[in-house]
């Protein structure tokens, strides 16, 4: 375990000294907190976290390693991790490499040993704020600087999605979907194809007639980094493909489908990032405790003339959770049904995606 010196400095003008842990490198990047007490490894590898420093609020990290069969992309491009405890040796069977050697192969730094709590607490108060990790030597007057010119990346989108098609199928498949990758979790793929379905995984920027030659049962939006107002390509296809056929979209997809139909968005103060968020179904009074990784937020009061209804609602804050317009066969979600606690509570919403895309076939059979 490397025992580097490294230093923390927060926007807020805010020190930190630490240990050092992953990749030997500096990160100056947006600094965000998850409140999650485990899936470490399917935070740093969740593309949605790329370009981004991830504060851990629970105080142990690492103690259970990284398994080969967890990861949500194979190649994580998270900006850094910052932790109270970092724990070099794990105790798992399954585990197969530690957090810190994860860290190192693909060049993304960590310090321990840093007061998570009070950072956490800044970045509640304050909200979300870009930070520099560094070595102990950089000046406050050199790190503030180069914070302060540092400026937010639009292009999250295009550097993790896919930059040709691939395939992921099933045995006895009864539904031909294409996901729309912008930047999505191997999770949701390995969900559609419990469900039956092949999956084609295409770049996010597939022109709507693409997509249509290939004569898909249903379209999936997939989860993502950044700024949804800069994901054109998906916004622009949604347009075009609404109402043709079954549309499902996840958190960032849930976002360019509010775009594509004249709604907007908003950055939120600190985002929603964890595993307990309670989320009210409105169609069913149901309360369902969600995993949430999201800095965007659909704004409600702008959905009024858009042909979307609100579906559920975060009880937290009542920001928009989810969102449909059935008679396009459209709707989405902001959460993560795909992740725990997700499978128990929300596996309602791929066999809604299921009975849609069922419905379709009929209906084109019939006609």
Not at 89 to 114: A, C, D, H, M, W
Not at 314 to 323: K, P, Q
């Amino acid at each position: 375990m490397a025992t580097l010196n490294r230093k923390l400095v927060m926007e807020n003008g805010s020190e930190f000294m630490g240990t050092g842990f992953g990749a030997n490198a500096e990160a100056l990047c947006e600094m965000v907190f998850n409140t999650s007490m485990v899936g470490y490894q399917e935070i740093v590898t969740d593309p949605s976290y790329t370009a981004q420093m991830v504060v851990m609020t629970y105080p142990l990290i690492g103690n259970y390693g990284v398994t080969d069969e967890d990861y949500e992309t194979r190649v994580p491009t998270m900006g850094a991790m910052v932790v109270r405890e970092y724990n070099d040796l794990p105790s798992n069977f399954r585990y197969t490499k530690t957090l810190g050697e994860l860290l190192e192969e693909n060049g993304i730094p960590g310090i321990q040993g840093v007061d998570t709590r009070k950072i956490n607490r800044m970045i509640r108060n304050e909200g979300s704020q870009r930070a520099l990790l560094c070595a102990p030597d950089v000046s406050l007057t050199e790190a503030l600087a180069r914070i302060r010119a540092y400026e937010l990346p639009h292009d999250t989108v295009s550097r993790v999605s896919c930059k040709k098609k691939w395939y992921a199928r099933t045995p006895n498949a009864g539904y031909n979907v294409v996901c729309m990758d912008c930047g999505v979790k191997l999770n949701i793929i390995r969900k559609l194809k419990s469900y039956g379905c092949n999956v084609l995984v295409v770049p996010y920027d597939t022109p709507a007639e693409t997509i249509l030659s290939v004569k898909p049962d249903g379209l999936f939006l997939s989860n993502g980094p950044g700024d949804p107002e800069d994901v054109t390509p998906v916004i622009r296809t949604v347009r075009a493909l609404r109402g043709k056929l079954p549309i499902f979209g996840i958190c960032l997809g849930h976002q360019m489908i509010a775009l594509a139909y004249g709604a907007k968005t908003y950055k939120m103060k600190f985002g929603h990032r964890g595993g307990n968020h309670p989320v009210m179904n409105l169609q069913t009074g149901k309360i369902e405790i969600t995993s949430q990784n999201h800095s965007y937020a659909v704004d409600v009061n702008s959905l009024a003339g858009t042909g979307l209804v609100l579906t559920h609602k975060n009880l937290l804050d009542n920001t928009a959770e989810g969102m449909a317009c059935p008679e396009d066969k459209l709707f989405s979600v902001q959460y993560h049904p795909e992740s725990a606690p997700g499978p128990q509570d929300s596996a309602y919403l791929f066999n809604r995606f299921i009975d849609q895309m069922a419905a379709d076939k009929e209906g084109k059979a019939h006609a």
